[in-house]
């Protein structure tokens, strides 16, 4: 019998966005054994029952202390039947059954290795494992021909799978800093992703560069690149350039939620800033490898939609998908990553920070290190 006395409820609102979520999660058992069960329906393309699992998850991450009892669920949104079952065995069992059988599952593992590769995803993992291929080695021994990303990615991929840390993240900053003001002195870069809410690794660094004088950003990343380039900086670059305005299709509506924007994806060659632990070996071993492969993403924006960028570009992913369906669903608006459309009055709203954003979408301002729904 409950002692209602004792009892703690917890009262959460239905969209994450309208939440505080720190990095502080009470509930690491839990959202653990749900975050797998995201990736996995995310791995096998089925983005629906990854979503919600997703949205489960981020509703315990944002309790104040940890769940002991179902009871105490009582009223809470988004946890749907599957997640609630999930979330009994773990409480009375100490561990979600279907999430260890899914863990040890040569599918599941098979998935992450190789969706694991930089420019690998859910579909060619799953052509290659229908194929027979579930490891590196079987890869590299198949006759699979691999894209450019690809290649690198599997060149790099011990690198690549290791978390980037502060220390590393600051040191590119440092790098694309130096990049940005020698070709273009005055412009800006503003760290986004994940480090801008306060994670201590990542899996990459994201930066966003932008120009006091709308029109003078144009043309930028090329120029970067080079710069980069010319200094031994870049193992992998791919570039696509803004496409903002040919994608219009209707009024003024970008035809999906990716952006358009200036961007390159590319893989870093970072001089060592981590101390190296000091390894025993034979004095004719082999020289070390004195840097390490980091992935990192530039993104090029005007000035005018800064902010829209800044938003769509620090997460986290679910912060970002619950904004865009709080805006389209209780305000009849489309946010992306260039604007804010009021469907209503068919017109875009202007905004020249974060905090303009949230007023229009009547939110109240969530700063980024409680973005990490
Ligand atoms: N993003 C995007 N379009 C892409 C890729 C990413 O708009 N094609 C956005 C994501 O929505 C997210 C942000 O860029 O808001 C950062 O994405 P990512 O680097 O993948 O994730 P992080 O939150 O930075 O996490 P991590 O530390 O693992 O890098
Ligand atoms: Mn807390
Ligand atoms: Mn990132
Ligand atoms: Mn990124």
């Not at 939440?19 to 069960?37: E, G, I, M």
């Not at 980091?294 to 570009?313: C, K, N």
Request: a neutral charge.
């Amino acid at each position: 019998q409950v002692n209602q006395a004792e009892l703690l409820l917890f009262s959460v609102p239905a969209y994450a966005c309208q939440r505080r979520t720190t990095l502080v999660n009470h509930n690491t058992a839990l959202t653990d054994a749900l975050s797998l069960l995201a990736e996995n329906a995310e791995l096998s393309e089925e983005e629906g029952r990854g979503v919600a699992f997703r949205r489960a998850a981020a509703v315990l991450k944002a309790l104040p202390s940890v769940v002991t009892s179902m009871a105490q669920l009582e009223g809470l949104p988004c946890l749907g039947g599957h997640s609630l079952r999930v979330i009994r065995d773990v409480l009375e069992n100490g561990a979600s059954h279907e999430a260890e059988t899914t863990k040890q599952s040569e599918r599941y593992k098979a998935l992450k290795v190789l969706t694991g590769i930089f420019g690998v995803g859910a579909k060619t993992a799953d052509r290659w494992i229908r194929e027979g291929i579930h490891t590196l080695q079987q890869l590299r021994e198949s006759a699979q021909t691999l894209n450019r990303a690809q290649q690198a990615g599997l060149d790099h991929y011990d690198d690549l799978n290791q978390p980037v840390s502060q220390t590393e993240a600051d040191a590119i900053g440092d790098i694309v800093q130096k990049a940005v003001a020698c070709v273009l002195p005055g412009a800006q870069v503003t760290l986004t992703g994940g480090f801008r809410r306060g994670k201590d690794t990542g899996h990459d660094v994201d930066f966003l560069i932008t120009h006091p004088e709308e029109g003078r950003e144009v043309g930028l990343m090329p120029k970067i690149v080079s710069w980069l380039e010319s200094r031994g900086f870049l193992l992998y670059q791919k570039t696509t350039r803004n496409s903002y305005l040919e994608s219009m299709d209707g009024p003024g509506r970008p035809a999906s939620n990716m952006d358009r924007f200036e961007r390159c994806l590319s893989i870093f060659k970072l001089p060592d800033v981590e101390p190296q632990g000091t390894k025993e070996g034979p004095i004719s071993a082999a020289p070390q490898k004195r840097w390490r492969a980091v992935r990192v993403d530039l993104v090029v924006s005007p000035i005018s939609q800064f902010a829209f960028a800044l938003l769509g570009w620090t997460g986290s992913k679910l912060f970002e998908r619950e904004l865009r369906r709080w805006a389209g669903h209780e305000k009849a608006m489309s946010l992306s990553s260039h604007a804010l459309h009021d469907n209503t009055q068919s017109r875009y709203l202007r905004a020249s920070s974060e905090e303009e954003i949230f007023a229009h979408l009547s939110l109240e301002y969530i700063p980024p290190s409680e973005r990490n729904a």
